[in-house]
């Protein structure tokens, strides 16, 4: 895991599969089929990283031989929540690692003239005690992470209990989010160059929801 001196709660998962895997990704010719497996593979890398750190308790069981105090995930367990519409090509990979977790969503739209989030939609499963993994693969200009840590922390949820997934991200967007969230990890693939004037990240790899299905 790499870290940039300007950004200390960003951490770049610099494994060389996710690397190897984002480069498929970025190139223009992938297919839409491509482009989405790939995705869901990294993710469920980039997902085994980010979990490392998730608190253990013990449970009683009975083993074959003896009763053990075996370690499982502390408290009410993980919610993944996908920023609608390019994070659901993240959530699938993270729901292969952690298919016990429960599912919100969120749904923003970026408006194009003002690159503003909109939001349309907010389905979260019950608050109290969960992780929550957000997951949006492109962080370009930061808004809809913001704004996604927003509704989770306006209904009480705690920096510590969230952490951000992204694949790809610019240091325009991590300034933006670091400024509003200071206290919530957030975890890329990548920290690109820099946005362009239609707040794409370059060299990025173009629209990721468009990529993930096929639209244009
Ligand atoms: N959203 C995308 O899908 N790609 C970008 O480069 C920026 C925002």
Known sequence: MKQDPRFPNLFITN????????SHMRA????????RELLKEITLLMGYEITRDLPLTTRTIETPLMTLDAPVIAGKKLAIVPVLRAGIGMSDGLLNLIPSARVGHIGVYRDPDTHQPVEYLVRLPDLAERTFILCDPMVATGNSAVHAVDVLKSRGVKDEQIIFLALVAAPEGITVFQNAHPGVKIYCASLDSHLNDHAYIVPGL???GDRIFGTK
């Open 15 to 22: 494994h060389p599969l996710i690397q190897h895997k984002l």
């Open 28 to 35: 223009k010719d992938t297919s839409t089929r491509t482009f």
């Open 206 to 208: 173009g629209d990721a």
